[in-house]
């Protein structure tokens, strides 16, 4: 009964794990580019910079998997994102991501890549999309 139970809402929590991971991602670019919600260490944040394509990133790929639209791609970009923030901010601060203040990006790093491979979902745009063709 438990296995039935799972082989059912499998497919539907993935994509309740995608909408959440694409919502929670794209406040990070509203937080860069319109200042909602408030972060102030983004005040002067330049377009330039690698925390400005990161926004870029953050607003455009977190759209996207929220709604489940070309998921494995914009799951990717999302991925490789983080992999580099990881990388470049805080694997440098020591090794442990508790410590140098990574694990919010190695968790998302990981839960894109996945989606790279699940895909969206049967709840995602790209479900409905391939149901019209």
Same mark, same amino acid.
């Given at each position: 009964?438990?296995?039935? /139970?799972?082989?059912?809402? &499998? #497919? ?6 995608? +909408? ?16 909602? #919600?408030? *972060?102030?260490? %983004?005040?002067?944040?330049?377009? &330039? ?6 926004? +870029?990133? @953050?607003?455009? !790929? =977190? /759209?996207?998997?929220? $709604? =489940?639209?070309?998921?494995? +791609? /914009? ?5 490789? @994102?983080?992999? *580099? ?6 694997? #440098?601060?020591? %090794? ?12 998302? !790093?990981? $839960?894109?890549?996945?989606? $790279?491979?699940?895909?969206? =979902? ?12």
């Amino acid at each position: 009964m438990m296995d039935q /139970a799972r082989a059912v809402w &499998a #497919p539907r929590v993935l994509s309740l794990l995608r +909408i959440m991971a694409g919502l929670l991602f794209v406040q990070h670019g509203l937080a860069k580019y319109f200042q909602f #919600p408030h *972060v102030a260490a %983004f005040d002067n944040l330049q377009f &330039a910079s690698m925390p400005g394509v990161g926004g +870029i990133v @953050e607003l455009v !790929c =977190g /759209a996207l998997v929220t $709604v =489940g639209l070309f998921t494995p +791609i /914009a799951a990717l970009l999302a991925s490789g @994102e983080m992999a *580099v923030a990881y990388f470049t901010a805080h694997a #440098p601060r020591g %090794f442990f991501p508790l410590l140098n203040g990574g694990s919010l990006a190695v968790l998302y !790093c990981w $839960v894109f890549f996945y989606l $790279v491979f699940a895909g969206g =979902g049967p709840w995602s745009l790209d479900a409905v999309m391939r149901k019209k063709a």
